[in-house]
């Protein structure tokens, strides 16, 4: 392994921009481990802090995500092209931080001028203000049609359409039944919720990406009990029927952390700010395939029932 004090000999500098809560409790020195994915436009980490995710700005603040500017840097003058990111960088690249930056194979961050996001806080919302929300995001959806994924259940389009939806009837059935109970603790059937946990395609299948909007929701509107007590129920079949990253994301949301974009939405919607609702629900429409509105139709699930 390099010393921390040599220099990657690819070029590839960049610097910390924005970064998650969970990110920079995973990227502190001393922590070492190893390149999980690479794409076009960011990596995942995993190292023995945890995972985080390392792109360029502009994908949209998270709680593992560090977003860097100017991506890549250093990599200027006569003769010289930007290699894209999979050209020197791959899974099992050794990754590393020491004092002031992220080493990741061939790639060395500048973490000092990190500047952390969270969540704003949620203002003041009552029922009549959720209302008013439910409805503007209730038309916003029909405008936008999602036309793949869990999201379809947020535009109302019922389970026919897809096998996935058909698979994923049972256990949102006794997902709603446990969210629409708020007096007493009725027992969680993991058995009946497994389904759910890894179904369908991508790093973050449309079954997690649902929970994991639904764990927000829950923690924005105070039912953290309820949360928690799901997470326990699942956390151990997520070993066996996720990926690791969509198992890293769920665990984020069990603290209630979400995508900038997810948090931006609910806000919009509890306080009923229905002239940002359209644009925060368009805005969900571009993270992943359906993950945003995946997550969206997991959030209406619990908000439905407030």
């Known amino acids: 392994m390099p010393e921390a004090s040599q220099t990657p000999r690819s070029g590839w500098r960049a610097a910390a ?38 792109g360029a700005a502009g994908l949209g603040a998270g709680p593992l995500l560090l977003e860097c500017d100017g991506w890549p840097l250093g990599c200027h003058g006569p003769g010289w092209h930007r290699p894209a990111l999979p050209a020197v960088l791959r899974a099992g690249d050794v990754a590393r931080v020491d004092a002031t930056r992220l080493v990741a194979g061939e790639i060395a961050i500048a973490l000092g001028g990190a500047a952390p996001w969270a969540p704003a806080r949620l203002g003041a919302w009552d029922r009549a203000s959720l209302g008013r929300g439910l409805a503007a ?44 109970q708020r007096t ?64 890293a994301h769920l665990a984020a949301a069990a603290e209630g952390l979400g995508s900038a974009a997810l948090h931006d939405a609910l806000a919009a919607i509890l306080s009923g700010a229905t002239a940002r609702i359209a644009a925060a629900c368009a805005g969900l429409a571009r993270l992943g395939h359906t993950s945003g509105w995946d997550g969206l139709a997991g959030a209406l699930s619990v908000l439905r029932h407030t």
């Not at 998650?20 to 409790?25: E, H, L």
């Not at 922590?31 to 802090?49: I, N, P, Q």
């Not at 927000?216 to 996720?242: F, I, N, Q, Y």
């Open 17 to 54: 921009g924005r970064i998650g809560p969970i990110a920079a409790r995973v990227l502190r020195p001393g922590a070492r481990g190893s390149v999980r994915a690479v794409f076009e436009r960011s990596f995942y980490v995993e190292l023995d802090t945890g995972w985080a995710a390392i």
């Open 137 to 180: 995001a209730d038309a916003a959806l029909v405008r936008l049609a999602p036309c793949d994924g869990l999201a379809l259940l947020a535009a109302g389009d019922g389970f026919q359409r897809q096998a996935l939806l058909a698979a994923a009837q049972a256990p949102l059935a006794h997902l709603a039944q446990l969210v629409g």
């Open 184 to 247: 007493a603790a009725a027992p969680i059937e993991a058995a009946s919720l497994a389904p759910l946990i890894g179904l369908g395609p991508g790093l973050t299948p449309s079954g997690d990406d649902y929970l994991g909007g639904l764990f927000v929701a829950l923690s924005l509107v105070g039912r953290r009990r309820l949360r928690d007590r799901l997470w326990r129920a699942v956390e151990p079949l997520t070993v066996e029927r996720t990926t690791a990253i969509s198992r």
